[in-house]
T-cell receptor, first 113, second 114 residues
Framework: QQQVKQSPQSLIVQKGGISIINCAYE??????FPWYQQFPGKGPALLIA?????SEKKEGRFTISFNKSAKQFSLHIMDSQPGDSATYFC????????????FGTGTRLKVLA | NAGVTQTPKFQVLKTGQSMTLQCAQD?????MSWYRQDPGMGLRLIHY???????DQGEVPNGYNVSRSTTEDFPLRLLSAAPSQTSVYFC?????????????FGQGTRLTVV
């Protein structure tokens, strides 16, 4: 019940295309859903996050779509760029965004120039 | 601002050796935590702290100890290293509960146990 399932494991997208990464969870107590971006040799960096009281959040080219009834959320990267090539992790936590995150297994995105 | 600083960046240990991974943050964050990252498994929580003097176990605590004597520092100790502890370790800090701000991660320590 504590798992966060992430797909796909890897993704190749052409420059200018849309990248979509999906996550699903079981624990209905989760109330904070961040996405992290990680470049090789670096620590994860917070990209965007959402709470379950909204169905969508957009920041620049990055959008989170959230479906509370289906217990699923996804990251959409519009106009994907080669600089977006990285590993993306979804995560979930309960208690108003605490330190105890459950992470997905990651998606390695490659954007072709 | 340095953010979250981890040392060392790389370490090779022999089985049975002990060592301490250092983590320091200069953002006056309440919460600090340690994760390990293994291929295909995402990040898993080892130990966490909600303030100086308070620590608790995460998902995979066995073989690790922590302490938090100051707000800034949160060292992770490996008592007797095992090959299964070969991993990349990340320290993270966060301002506090329900702040709407996610965790800040350090650059990681790549540990190999032979």
């Amino acid at each position: 019940q504590q798992q966060v399932k992430q797909s796909p494991q890897s993704l190749i997208v052409q420059k200018g295309g849309i990248s979509i990464i999906n996550c699903a969870y079981e624990n209905t107590a989760f109330d904070y859903f961040p996405w992290y971006q990680q470049f090789p040799g670096k620590g994860p960096a917070l990209l965007i996050a959402i709470r379950p009281d909204v169905s969508e959040k957009k920041e620049g080219r990055f959008t989170i779509s959230f479906n509370k009834s289906a217990k699923q959320f996804s990251l959409h990267i519009m106009d994907s760029q080669p600089g977006d090539s990285a590993t993306y992790f979804c995560a979930a936590s309960s208690g108003g965004g605490t330190y105890k995150y459950i992470f997905g297994t990651g998606t390695r995105l490659k954007v072709l120039a | 601002n340095a953010g979250v600083t981890q040392t060392p960046k790389f370490q090779v240990l022999k089985t049975g050796q002990s060592m301490t991974l250092q983590c320091a943050q200069d953002m006056n964050h309440e919460y600090m935590s340690w994760y390990r990252q293994d291929p295909g498994m995402g990040l898993r929580l080892i130990h966490y702290s909600v303030g100086a003097g308070i620590t608790d176990q995460g998902e995979v605590p066995n073989g690790y100890n922590v302490s938090r004597s100051t707000t800034e520092d949160f060292p992770l100790r490996l008592l007797s290293a095992a090959p299964s502890q070969t991993s990349v370790y990340f320290c993270a800090s966060q301002p506090g509960h329900n702040t709407g701000v996610g965790a800040f991660f350090g650059q990681g320590t790549r540990l190999t146990v032979v």
